[in-house]
């Protein structure tokens, strides 16, 4: 479980927020410019709240005078532009986060997720060799190949057009079926999207949630 | 026309060499510390990196007689701990050519790093790697076009490096003695040949130093380019 209280001054208003997450689709939603991502780039470790604390499966990411670094929080971030490594193979993307000594133990893990995302044939391919769909999968390969405990995702399907967009939202969907055990925090400001995803939905503006309520699928 | 003696050209290879690798790794270590920080008197700092480039080199050269002279604050020191003189020595050449060619190396590495993507780095820490791991896969692999167009021209000052190295190094032949120095003293002495001779020389390493260099940039630009339109 992610629990979340998070406190920090930004240039134009005040963030503060308290929220929790399950093993769900959980989707901030709101205008752009209303504290969505800072709340993401607190979570991963990128940036640090004033105050407050985050739990995540019961260990102290943030609080009491701590601060776990990016490296060892054990989460997974899809950045909005997905943030592929230009220079490196779709496969040397995938396995970037693995570490040597682990790579016999992961192969089963991440030979499942290319399956389950289509992306097999891509593996000798780069980046700019791609489409945007393709990429935002391999985006999601690669950071769940860590195997985190939570997945962050900052507008994930803005960079579609409106088909791939539509079957990347089915695709996240299922992904989060098998991965049941890792909540997926998602960042959107497009509301169909965010009640199409969302087992939970916050709803933000000027760096407060000003509404919640639950997706009844 | 061409000399017996070709120590001008091994000295000025060894002196752009050892000089070019030093000015690599400390320029590439201050570009890349300071790429992403911002702090107080940082743009002070940067403009005592880069005062070599607009200060005459003579002015360079007596800042570092006074520092590494016999008498000077650092020249002392050594001489008296390490019995290493670096007046009229070919190490006060490499020391002039450090200073000379340090301010391009940091400028091309600075802006090469502050062209990688923050979000990139980000991305790999995220993924558990560390700040040196992020470093060597992501930062350097990235910005090597930027690095390597400030090692070509560090390399090509270093070569070229007159004023500075004669205060610091003086002339003393065989020893000191590296192409743009052999060039002034053969003209001063009437040696027309010798010069144009050494003129040839360095007008073909540094111009073809550039041209490999500018081919090189379009090339990497044309297929930055296609990869952009992709």
Redesign the interface.
């Known amino acids: 479980m992610l629990d979340v209280q998070i406190h920090k001054k930004l240039s134009h208003f005040e963030l503060d927020v308290n929220f929790t997450a399950h093993h769900e689709i959980v989707v901030l939603f709101g205008p752009s410019g209303s504290g969505k991502t800072t709340i993401l780039n607190c979570l991963a470790g990128l940036e640090q709240p004033d105050n407050g604390s985050i739990h995540l499966e019961g260990s102290l990411l943030f609080g009491e005078g701590k601060s776990v670094p990016v490296q060892k929080r054990k989460v997974g971030y899809l950045f909005q532009d997905y943030a592929l490594f230009p220079h490196m193979s779709v496969e040397k993307n995938i396995w970037y986060g693995v570490l040597k000594k682990d790579r016999p133990n992961k192969r089963e893990v991440i030979e499942q997720l290319l399956d389950v995302l289509g992306i097999q044939h891509l593996l000798r391919k780069y980046p700019h060799q791609i489409s945007g769909g393709e990429k935002q999968r391999v985006a999601l390969a690669r950071a769940l190949a860590t195997e985190p405990s939570l997945l962050l995702l900052d507008e994930p399907l803005s960079a579609l057009d409106e088909e791939t967009r539509l079957q990347c939202q089915d695709e996240l969907l299922r992904l989060h079926e098998l991965w049941k055990g890792v909540p997926f925090l998602i960042v959107t400001h497009d509301r169909k999207e965010a009640e199409k995803l969302g087992d939970r939905i916050l709803h933000m503006n000027y760096g407060k949630l000003i509404d919640e309520w639950k997706n009844e699928r | 026309m061409a000399p017996s003696d070709y120590t001008p050209l091994i000295l000025s290879l060894k002196v752009a060499a050892i000089s070019t690798t030093i000015v690599f790794v400390t320029g590439i270590f201050f570009a890349h510390l300071f790429a992403r920080k911002q702090f107080f008197g940082k743009s002070l700092i940067e403009s005592f990196f880069l005062l070599p480039l607009v200060l005459p080199p003579t002015v360079v050269g007596f800042g570092l007689l006074l520092l590494f002279g016999k008498n000077g604050w650092l020249g002392k020191w050594l001489l008296e701990w390490f019995d290493v003189q670096i007046v009229f020595s070919w190490i006060g050449a490499v020391i002039a050519s450090i200073v000379v060619s340090f301010p391009l190396m940091y400028q091309s590495a600075a802006a090469a790093f502050e062209n990688v993507?923050g979000?990139?780095e980000?991305?790999?820490?995220?993924?558990?790697?560390?700040n040196w791991r992020v470093f060597w896969?992501?930062a350097f692999?990235?910005a090597w076009p930027g690095l390597l167009a400030g090692l070509v021209l560090s390399f090509a000052r270093g070569l070229g490096e007159f004023g500075a190295t004669l205060m610091l190094a003086g002339y003393i032949p065989g020893k000191t003695d590296t192409i743009p120095m052999a060039i002034y003293f053969a003209v001063e002495s009437g040696h027309m040949e010798k010069a144009t001779f050494w003129v040839i020389i360095i007008v073909a390493l540094g111009f073809s130093t550039i041209t490999w260099l500018n081919w090189w940039s379009k090339r990497n630009m044309r297929r930055f380019a296609n990869?952009?339109g992709?």
Not at chain 2, 122 to 130: E, Q
Request: aromatic fraction near 0%; proline fraction near 5%; avoid cysteine.
């Open positions: 993507d979000r990139l980000n991305a790999a820490r995220t993924m558990g790697a560390s896969t992501i692999p990235l990869e952009k992709r």
